[in-house]
């Protein structure tokens, strides 16, 4: 079933007043522009990265090494789209030079910084990679500038979202992402069923 943007686009809300910079766990799901699938394939139940794929995923593990206080748990590289969960341990200093912070200044780390630096870095690797390796191109942006985050309120939740990320592509044919699916993911609607947050840029 091809995607059509008006009709499987997501109702979604900001959770009004909710400070995104506490420590806690977050659900995020990011998807490229267009539902492009750049990051490889889904044969007999696993994903398959190219070396596109690839590079997403080490850029996602490298994460904790330019925020103190963020750390990274469960993640998955689909065809088009990235799970994945980011802990909040702490607000701390960011250590990004190259974001052109005025020096002496400490600002506190939240969830968009983290995705908005996860999107950045990908974008230019992959740019690169365009240039340089004949990944195929991508028209304007990579990455949806949207993306969609759930909190993560206990432990039942976290350990229900990690295995959904572990079974993920084993799921792929009734994924909401996959142009092609051929079902309903009914899982998904079951675990989300509560109001998501729809972050507009990051």
Same mark, same amino acid.
């Given at each position: ?25 977050? @659900?995020? *799901?990011?998807? /490229? +522009? ?6 490889? !394939? ?5 994903? #398959? ?68 630096? @996860?999107? *950045?870095?990908? /974008? +230019? ?6 240039? !340089? ?5 991508? #028209? ?63």
């Amino acid at each position: 079933m091809p995607f059509d943007p008006g009709k499987h686009h997501r109702r979604s809300i900001r959770l009004k007043g909710y400070d995104y910079t506490q420590a806690g766990a977050y @659900f995020v *799901t990011i998807c /490229t +522009k267009d539902r492009l699938c750049l990051f490889g !394939e889904v044969l007999d139940g696993e994903m #398959r990265l190219n070396d596109a794929g690839r590079m997403v995923w080490d850029v996602w593990g490298d994460l904790p090494n330019h925020y103190p206080g963020v750390a990274v748990d469960a993640f998955i590289v689909m065809p088009n789209h990235v799970h994945g969960i980011i802990v909040l341990v702490g607000a701390g200093p960011c250590a990004c030079p190259d974001f052109g912070q005025p020096q002496g200044v400490a600002p506190t780390i939240g969830l968009p910084d983290v995705v908005h630096r @996860f999107k *950045t870095m990908t /974008t +230019k690797r992959y740019a690169d990679g365009v240039r !340089e390796l004949g990944w195929e191109p991508f #028209r304007g942006c990579l990455w949806q500038r949207n993306y969609y985050e759930h909190i993560i309120r206990n432990e039942g939740f976290l350990n229900s979202i990690r295995e959904y990320i572990l079974l993920n592509p084993m799921r792929w044919h009734l994924d909401r992402e996959n142009p092609g699916r051929t079902g309903r993911d009914d899982l998904w609607d079951a675990m989300f069923s509560a109001p998501k947050s729809k972050h507009p840029c990051g």
